[in-house]
C-alpha cells in the first residue's frame, strides 16, 4: 500500500487515523459508547424511583398536594433545557457551515456557531440559578435528604437509640409507615444534583469549545468535538425530560 | 492473515521499548502497547497483594480453631474478594494482553483514542489508591459484595473502599469505549468481521459488558456512599429501604462482570489453541457469535445469586430457567475448542499445557455452575464452600491459567525474549495440580455444608480445609516460580525469533518486539486468522 | 480514502425550529395533563409515552440519528433495552415477592412494630402553610 503522506493530512488529523472520515466517525461512535454508559448510570437512579414509588407512592402524591416542589420552576426550567438543546443544536449545523480553506464566510459562521455556544451556557446557568433557588427554599423548610429532613409540617419519627426512622409522623402522633418523605426528597437531591452536575460539566465544556472557535478552530471537516459535545448536551436534556414528569408533576 | 510486507530489520534494534527512555516516557506515553505493559506489571502486583490476603484466609482456615478475631477474618477475605474482583480479574487480560495485542491484530497503529488510554490507566491507578487507602485505614470487612444494611452501618472504611471501585470503573469503561471504536473504525483493509481474530471478537463482546454494565455498579456504589453518608433510605430497611433492591442493583454489574473477566480468556484460548494445534478452529462463526451471546444473555441472569435472598421466588424461578440458557454458548466454545484438536498436530509446549489446563478448570467451572443454577439445588449449596470452589474455577481458575498462557504466548513479541520450554512446562504442570489440589477439596466441604465466610468451622471439615490450604501454598509457590521464569527470560533469554510460534494473525508479521508505530506500512489482510495448515509460515519456532 | 469527503449532512433550520416547537407544545400537554387527575398508575404511563416521544425527536433530529451511523442507533437502542430487562426484572420482583410464598409483608411488620408507639407532642406536624388543597 501506498505511503500515507501522499494524502492530504491537516494538522488536526491524528497520526493513527488515515482520514478525516475514518476519525470523525471514530469521535461520534466513541461518544455514542460514553452516552450509553451515562444512560445505564442514570437509569440506576430512575430503577431507585420505580422502587420508592413503588413502596411509598402515597408520598409521591402527598409531596404533590402539599406543592413542595414548584411546578412553575420545574416547567420554567424545562423550557429553558430545550431552548438550550436548540441553540447547541443550531452551533453544531454553523460549524458544519464553515467551509475549510479561511474566508469571510468561515469567520461569520465561526462567529454565529460562538454565539449560540455561549447562548446554551448562559441558559444552562439559567437552569442552575432557578434549581440554585429551589435547593436554597427546600434548606430553608427542611425538606432535606434522608438524616437531614426536618420539615415541620410532615415530620418523620426518628428513634433515637437505634437511629431507625420508622414513618412520618401523623396528627397524635401516630406514626405511618408507608408515609416516608425524608426518601422521596432524598431521590429528588440525588436525582437533580446528579443531574446538575452533569449540567455543570456540560457548561464549562461549552465554554471550552467557545474558547477554541475563538482561536479559529473548526470548519466542516473538523468538527467532531462540537457534535460530540452537542450529543452530550442533548443526553442531559433528555434525562431531564423524564426527570420534570417524574418528579414534579406526580398525579 | 498475510502481511504485504513484513518489516525486516528495522534500524537496528530501535522498537517500542527503547524507543524513548525515561520514566516519564512511560507515564505519559500513548503507545498502546507501553500502557499494555504498565498494566500488566500493576495488575500482577495487586494480583500479588490479593494473594497474600488469600494466603491469609488460608492459613486461619488450616484447621477448625479461630486464629484471627472473626472482624479481621472478615476483613482478609473482603480485601481478598475485593482486589482480586477490581483491581485484577477485570482488567487482566483486556487491559493488558488486549491493550498490547488489540492494534497489532488488526493491523492499526494504535486504538482509536490512544490519550483516553493513558487517562484509562491512570484512573485505574487513582482507583487503586483509593483502595491501598482503605487497606491503610484498617480494611473494610463487608465482603466484596457490600450488602447492606450491614456495609450502610458497619464502621469500617467502606466509603474510600466504595470511591475506589467507582474510579476503577471508569476505567473499565473507558477501555471498553476505545476498544470498540479501534474494533470498528480501525480494522486493515481486506479485515471483514468474518476474518477478525477469535481473541478480537471476544474482546468485542467484553467491552460492549463494560460500557453497559460498569456504570450501573457505579451509580450503585454512589448511592451506597450516600447511604452511609446521608442516610438516604433507599436500602437500609431501618431507614424504610429495601437490602433486596441493593442486591438487585449490585448483581445486575456483577453477574455481567464475570463475562467481562472469562471472554478475553475465552478469546486468549481460541488463538492457542489454533496455534498449537496447526489447525483452523472448528466452529469459527460460532465461537464468534456465542461470545456476543454469552454478553446478551449474561445480563439476565442476575438474580441467581440472590436465590435465597428474599427475593420473589417466581422470579427465582426465571432466572434459573434464563441461566441454564447461558451455559449453551459457552459449551459450544468449549466443543469447539475440543474439535478444533482432534486431528491436529499438537504441539505441547508451555503455552499448550496451560491452555489444555484451562479447558479442564474451566469446564469443571462450568459444570458446577448447573447445581448453583438449579434453584432447589441452590437453597442447599448458596454461601457454602461449593459456590466459592466454582466461582474459583471458573474466575480464577479460567482467567488465570488463560492470563498465563497469554504472556506466555505474546511474551516473544512483548519482550524479543523466549523464556525456558522445559521449565515453563514444569511449572505449569506444578500449577495445575496445585490448583486443583486447592479447590477440590473446597466442593466437597460446601457439598456436605461447610458455609463460606466463617473464620472457624466444625471439626468434620476440617480435612478438607487442610487439604485446601495445603494445595493454596503450593499454588503460591509455583505462580512464584512462574515469575522467577519471566525474569529469567528477562535477564538471560535468548533472542526471540519474530514469529516463533508460527502464527497467521497480523501481530505476527511484523518486528518482535515491534516499532513504536507497529508496522512500517499498513498491511493488508488477505486471508483468515486461521488457516493452518494450508499456509506454509517460514521459520517456525525450532521444537524443543 | 481521501480528502475530498462530500460535505456534512446540515439540517435544515426550519426542521431544527419544527422540532423545537414540538417539543414545547409537547411539554405543555405534559403539565396539563397532570391536572386532569388521573389514577397514579395512568398518570405515570401517559407523562411516560409523552417524554418518549420527546426523546425521540431529539435523539432523531438534535443528536442526528436519522442520518447516522446504524451502529451507533443501535448502541442506543441496546442502551434502551438493557435498562428496560433492569427495570422489568427488579420490578416483576417487588411486585411478585409475597405470591407463591406468604411471608408476613413487609409493612405488616412494620405497622406491627410501631402499633405501640406514640410521638412525643414536640414533634407533631404543625399545621400546614403551603399545601394547595
Known amino acids: 500500500m501506498s505511503s500515507e503522506h501522499a494524502h492530504h493530512h491537516p494538522h488536526y488529523q491524528a497520526h493513527h487515523f488515515h482520514t478525516m472520515e475514518q476519525q470523525n466517525s471514530s469521535n461520534k461512535l466513541g461518544m455514542w459508547a460514553f452516552l450509553v454508559q451515562e444512560l445505564l448510570f442514570f437509569s440506576g437512579l430512575f430503577m431507585a424511583y420505580i422502587a420508592t414509588r413503588y413502596f411509598y407512592g402515597e408520598t409521591f402524591t402527598e409531596v404533590q398536594e402539599r406543592n413542595l416542589l414548584s411546578i412553575p420552576m420545574g416547567f420554567t426550567n424545562t423550557i429553558v433545557l430545550l431552548t438550550s438543546s436548540l441553540t447547541m443544536a443550531l452551533a453544531v449545523r454553523e460549524a458544519q457551515l464553515i467551509p475549510t480553506l479561511e474566508n469571510d464566510e468561515s469567520k461569520k459562521h465561526r462567529k454565529n456557531m460562538m454565539v449560540l455556544l455561549v447562548v446554551t451556557a448562559v441558559l444552562a446557568c439559567v437552569f442552575l440559578v432557578i434549581k440554585y433557588f429551589e435547593y436554597s427554599h427546600k434548606l430553608h423548610v427542611g425538606t432535606l435528604p434522608g438524616h437531614f429532613y426536618n420539615f415541620a409540617e410532615w415530620p418523620v419519627y426518628k428513634d433515637e437509640s437505634t437511629g431507625r426512622i420508622l414513618g412520618a409522623i401523623r396528627e397524635g402522633g401516630i406514626i405511618d409507615v408507608e408515609s416516608a418523605p425524608h426518601i422521596f426528597f432524598s431521590l429528588y437531591f440525588v436525582m437533580t444534583g446528579t443531574h446538575g452536575l452533569h449540567v455543570v460539566i456540560g457548561v464549562g465544556v461549552i465554554l471550552w469549545l467557545a474558547l477554541r472557535a475563538k482561536r479559529g478552530e473548526f470548519n466542516q471537516e473538523n468538527y467532531s468535538a462540537v457534535e460530540n459535545v452537542g450529543l452530550y448536551w442533548h443526553l442531559v436534556d433528555l434525562i431531564w425530560i423524564f426527570l420534570f414528569p417524574l418528579m414534579y408533576l406526580v398525579q | 492473515m498475510s502481511s504485504a510486507s513484513s518489516s525486516a530489520e528495522h534500524s537496528a534494534g530501535t522498537n517500542y521499548l527503547n524507543a524513548k527512555k525515561g520514566i516519564a516516557s512511560w507515564l505519559l506515553t500513548v503507545d498502546h502497547k507501553r500502557i499494555g505493559i504498565m498494566y500488566m506489571i500493576t495488575i500482577l502486583s495487586f494480583f500479588l497483594i490479593g494473594g497474600l490476603f488469600a494466603m491469609l484466609v488460608r492459613y486461619e482456615l488450616l484447621d477448625a480453631a479461630p486464629t484471627l478475631t472473626a472482624k479481621n477474618y472478615n476483613k482478609a477475605f473482603t480485601l481478598h474478594g475485593a482486589i482480586m474482583v477490581f483491581l485484577v480479574l477485570v482488567p487482566a487480560i483486556p487491559a493488558s494482553i488486549g491493550n498490547f495485542v488489540l492494534p497489532l491484530m488488526l493491523g492499526a497503529k494504535d486504538v482509536a483514542f490512544p490519550k483516553l488510554n493513558l487517562l484509562s490507566f491512570h484512573i485505574y491507578i487513582l482507583g487503586s489508591?483509593?483502595?491501598?487507602?482503605?487497606?491503610?485505614?484498617?480494611?473494610?470487612?463487608?465482603?466484596?459484595?457490600?450488602?447492606?444494611?450491614?456495609?450502610?452501618?458497619?464502621?469500617?472504611?467502606?466509603?474510600?473502599?466504595?470511591?475506589?471501585?467507582?474510579?476503577?470503573?471508569?476505567?473499565?469503561?473507558?477501555?471498553?469505549?476505545?476498544?470498540?471504536?479501534?474494533?470498528?473504525?480501525?480494522?486493515?483493509?481486506?479485515?471483514?468481521?468474518?476474518?477478525?481474530?477469535?481473541?478480537?471478537?471476544?474482546?468485542?463482546?467484553?467491552?460492549?459488558?463494560?460500557?453497559?454494565?460498569?456504570?450501573?455498579?457505579?451509580?450503585?456504589?454512589?448511592?451506597?456512599?450516600?447511604?452511609?453518608?446521608?442516610?438516604?433510605?433507599?436500602?437500609?430497611?431501618?431507614?424504610?429501604?429495601?437490602?433486596?433492591?441493593?442486591?438487585?442493583?449490585?448483581?445486575?454489574?456483577?453477574?455481567?462482570?464475570?463475562?467481562?473477566?472469562?471472554?478475553?480468556?475465552?478469546?486468549?484460548?481460541?488463538?492457542?489453541?489454533?496455534?498449537?494445534?496447526?489447525?483452523?478452529?472448528?466452529?469459527?462463526?460460532?465461537?464468534?457469535?456465542?461470545?456476543?451471546?454469552?454478553?446478551?444473555?449474561?445480563?439476565?441472569?442476575?438474580?441467581?445469586?440472590?436465590?435465597?435472598?428474599?427475593?420473589?421466588?417466581?422470579?427465582?424461578?426465571?432466572?434459573?430457567?434464563?441461566?441454564?440458557?447461558?451455559?449453551?454458548?459457552?459449551?459450544?466454545k468449549v466443543c469447539s475448542w475440543i474439535a478444533t484438536l482432534y486431528k491436529g498436530s499438537i504441539r505441547w509446549n508451555t503455552v499448550m499445557i496451560y491452555t489444555i489446563a484451562f479447558l479442564w478448570i474451566f469446564s469443571i467451572g462450568g459444570l458446577t455452575g448447573l447445581p448453583l443454577a438449579t434453584l432447589a439445588t441452590d437453597v442447599h449449596l448458596h454461601d457454602t464452600y461449593f459456590v466459592v470452589a466454582h466461582f474459583h474455577y471458573t474466575m480464577m481458575g479460567g482467567v488465570l491459567f488463560a492470563l498465563i498462557a497469554a504472556i506466555h504466548h505474546w511474551w516473544p513479541k512483548m519482550t524479543g525474549k523466549m523464556f525456558n520450554e522445559t521449565a515453563g512446562r514444569i511449572f505449569a504442570i506444578f500449577a495445575f495440580i496445585s490448583y486443583n489440589l486447592t479447590f477440590i477439596p473446597q466442593f466437597i466441604a460446601g457439598t456436605r455444608g461447610m458455609p463460606r465466610r466463617y473464620h472457624e468451622y466444625l471439626p468434620q471439615f476440617q480435612d478438607m480445609q487442610f487439604l485446601s490450604s495445603i494445595g493454596a501454598f503450593a499454588f503460591g509457590i509455583s505462580l512464584f516460580c512462574v515469575l522467577g521464569l519471566w525474569i529469567h527470560s528477562l535477564l538471560k533469554g535468548e533472542k526471540a525469533p519474530q514469529n516463533p510460534w508460527g502464527g497467521l494473525t497480523l501481530e505476527w508479521a511484523t518486528a518482535t518486539p515491534p516499532i513504536e508505530h507497529n508496522f512500517e506500512e499498513q498491511p493488508i489482510c488477505t486471508s483468515g486468522p486461521y488457516d493452518f495448515p494450508e499456509i506454509d509460515v517460514k521459520e517456525p519456532m525450532a521444537a524443543k | 480514502m481521501g480528502h475530498s469527503h462530500s460535505e456534512p449532512h446540515v439540517t435544515p433550520l426550519s426542521i431544527y425550529y419544527g422540532v423545537f416547537g414540538t417539543l414545547i407544545v409537547l411539554t405543555f400537554i405534559t403539565v396539563g395533563v397532570s391536572y386532569l387527575g388521573l389514577p397514579s398508575t395512568l398518570s405515570v404511563i401517559v407523562a411516560m409515552a409523552v417524554a418518549s416521544v420527546k426523546a425521540f425527536f431529539v435523539a432523531n433530529w438534535f443528536m442526528h440519528l436519522n442520518h447516522d451511523s446504524k451502529f451507533n442507533v443501535y448502541l442506543f437502542l441496546a442502551s434502551l433495552w438493557f435498562i428496560g430487562i433492569f427495570f422489568i426484572f427488579t420490578t416483576f420482583d417487588l411486585a411478585s415477592r409475597d405470591s407463591i410464598m406468604k411471608h408476613s409483608g413487609t409493612f405488616e411488620a412494620r405497622k406491627a412494630n410501631v402499633e405501640k408507639i406514640i410521638a412525643p407532642k414536640d414533634q407533631w406536624p404543625v399545621a400546614s402553610e403551603t399545601a394547595s388543597h
Do not use: C
Open chain 2, 129 to 332: 489508591l483509593f483502595l491501598v487507602y482503605t487497606l491503610a485505614a484498617g480494611g473494610v470487612d463487608t465482603g466484596w459484595t457490600f450488602y447492606t444494611p450491614y456495609s450502610a452501618n458497619t464502621d469500617t472504611s467502606v466509603i474510600s473502599a466504595l470511591a475506589g471501585a467507582f474510579i476503577l470503573g471508569f476505567s473499565s469503561i473507558l477501555t471498553g469505549l476505545n476498544f470498540i471504536a479501534t474494533i470498528h473504525k480501525m480494522r486493515a483493509p481486506g479485515m471483514t468481521w468474518r476474518k477478525l481474530p477469535l481473541f478480537l471478537w471476544a474482546i468485542y463482546a467484553t467491552s460492549l459488558i463494560q460500557i453497559l454494565a460498569t456504570p450501573v455498579i457505579a451509580v450503585t456504589l454512589v448511592l451506597l456512599m450516600v447511604e452511609r453518608g446521608l442516610g438516604i433510605g433507599i436500602f437500609d430497611p431501618a431507614l424504610g429501604g429495601d437490602p433486596v433492591l441493593f442486591q438487585h442493583f449490585f448483581w445486575f454489574y456483577s453477574h455481567p462482570v464475570v463475562y467481562v473477566m472469562i471472554l478475553p480468556a475465552f478469546g486468549v484460548i481460541s488463538e492457542t489453541i489454533t496455534i498449537n494445534s496447526r489447525k483452523h478452529i472448528f466452529g469459527y462463526m460460532a465461537i464468534a457469535a456465542s461470545s456476543v451471546a454469552i454478553a446478551a444473555v449474561g445480563f439476565i441472569v442476575w438474580g441467581h445469586h440472590m436465590f435465597l435472598s428474599g427475593q420473589s421466588e417466581a422470579l427465582g424461578a426465571i432466572f434459573s430457567f434464563i441461566t441454564f440458557g447461558v451455559a449453551v454458548p459457552t459449551a459450544i
